[in-house]
């Protein structure tokens, strides 16, 4: 067989490439294969493009404000008490003892209590009123409410069942430890037809009347 006549060739859309072995004669040039188009990358943005491009906004953080006051923050006292249709109305004044502003905002828990870590006697203060506004309490500052104190003299004692109490004890708003005020006194450990304490919500100063 001549194998000079049968080489094979080999063609492709890309590459002609003429393969010749063991035949006379001077091989035949290989051409270069033409260029397949390939795109070419697309061109690095230029430091001034880069500069220009927008940089997305996202929300600017609020600066935090002061924390609510805390019970250890808070010391208490009573104003000056006035009378009016069987109740004596006093402020309960909580003032900022500590050394960061702090805030209030609402009703503090109130109720009557046999001693400073004693037994509650009836039921707690009954809230006056809305929630309010968030009171800033600056270190040394004070806020108050109005507290009423029902004279229970004026209930049926079997109904009221009189009890002496020492104080009150407070919960600051939001607040889970209490704080105690001495304010000896009679309260109702039973449950007569009105409330013996109310409480109002909390304003900035001492709320004197």
């Given at each position: 067989?001549?194998?000079?006549?049968?080489?094979?060739?080999?063609?492709?859309?890309?590459?002609?490439?003429?393969?010749?072995?063991?035949?006379?004669?001077?091989?035949?040039?290989?051409?270069?294969?033409?260029?397949?188009?390939?795109?070419?990358?697309?061109?690095?943005?230029?430091?001034?493009?880069?500069?220009?491009?927008?940089?997305?906004?996202?929300?600017?953080?609020?600066a935090?404000?002061?924390?609510?006051?805390?019970?250890?923050m808070?010391?208490?006292?009573l104003?000056?008490?006035?009378?009016a249709?069987?109740?004596?109305?006093?402020s309960?004044?909580?003032?900022?003892?500590?050394?960061?502003?702090?805030?209030?905002?609402?009703?503090?828990?109130?109720?009557?209590?046999?001693?400073?870590?004693?037994?509650?006697?009836?039921?707690?203060?009954?809230?006056?009123?809305?929630?309010?506004?968030?009171?800033?309490?600056?270190?040394?500052?004070?806020?108050s409410?109005?507290?009423?104190?029902?004279?229970?003299?004026?209930?049926?004692?079997?109904?009221?069942?009189p009890?002496?109490?020492?104080?009150?004890?407070?919960?600051?708003?939001?607040?889970?430890?209490?704080?105690?005020i001495?304010?000896?006194?009679?309260?109702?450990?039973?449950?007569?037809?009105?409330?013996?304490?109310?409480?109002?919500?909390?304003?900035?100063?001492?709320?004197?009347?």
């Amino acid at each position: 067989m001549n194998w000079c006549r049968t080489a094979g060739v080999i063609t492709s859309a890309v590459v002609l490439t003429a393969v010749v072995s063991g035949c006379g004669g001077s091989s035949p040039t290989v051409s270069n294969p033409p260029s397949l188009g390939a795109a070419a990358p697309p061109p690095s943005a230029t430091t001034s493009e880069q500069a220009a491009a927008p940089v997305p906004n996202g929300p600017t953080p609020k600066a935090a404000g002061p924390d609510r006051c805390h019970s250890a923050m808070l010391a208490l006292s009573l104003g000056r008490g006035g009378g009016a249709a069987g109740s004596v109305y006093q402020s309960l004044r909580f003032t900022n003892v500590s050394g960061k502003t702090c805030t209030l905002q609402g009703f503090p828990g109130v109720s009557y209590v046999t001693g400073d870590n004693g037994t509650q006697v009836g039921e707690p203060a009954v809230r006056v009123g809305t929630k309010g506004d968030v009171v800033t309490v600056a270190p040394g500052a004070t806020a108050s409410v109005e507290l009423g104190m029902v004279n229970v003299g004026n209930y049926d004692a079997a109904v009221c069942k009189p009890t002496p109490v020492k104080g009150l004890r407070v919960y600051p708003p939001n607040e889970t430890a209490s704080l105690f005020i001495p304010s000896p006194g009679t309260g109702c450990a039973g449950t007569p037809p009105g409330q013996q304490l109310k409480v109002t919500t909390m304003k900035a100063g001492q709320g004197d009347n």
